[in-house]
């Protein structure tokens, strides 16, 4: 199986914007779902699938975030 990527963009959890790059078997990401079944877009959303963790890397970097990091749970 092909590992893919997703990134979580919260653009209100702290100042200047972050976001998180995930594998989509992470616990936190449920590939691109999360973990909130009633999920809305008013603080962040899912982005993704990306075939590589360069990949998302590039993308997530373009997005502007003051903070760009990878799950801690990787």
């Known amino acids: 199986m092909e590992t893919k ?3 979580y ?3 209100t959890a702290e100042p ?3 976001a ?3 594998k989509g078997e992470c616990a936190f990401c449920n590939n691109g779902h999360g973990i909130h079944p009633d999920k809305s877009d008013k603080h962040g ?3 993704g699938p990306y075939r590589s963790r360069e990949e998302a ?3 997530a970097q373009s997005l502007g ?3 760009v990091e ?3 749970k990787e």
């Open 9 to 11: 963009f919260n653009w």
């Open 45 to 47: 959303r899912w982005l």
């Open 16 to 18: 200047g914007k972050k």
């Open 57 to 59: 890397y590039e993308k």
């Open 70 to 72: 990878f799950c801690k």
């Open 5 to 7: 990527y997703f990134i």
């Open 65 to 67: 975030a003051a903070r």
């Open 20 to 22: 998180i790059i995930h």
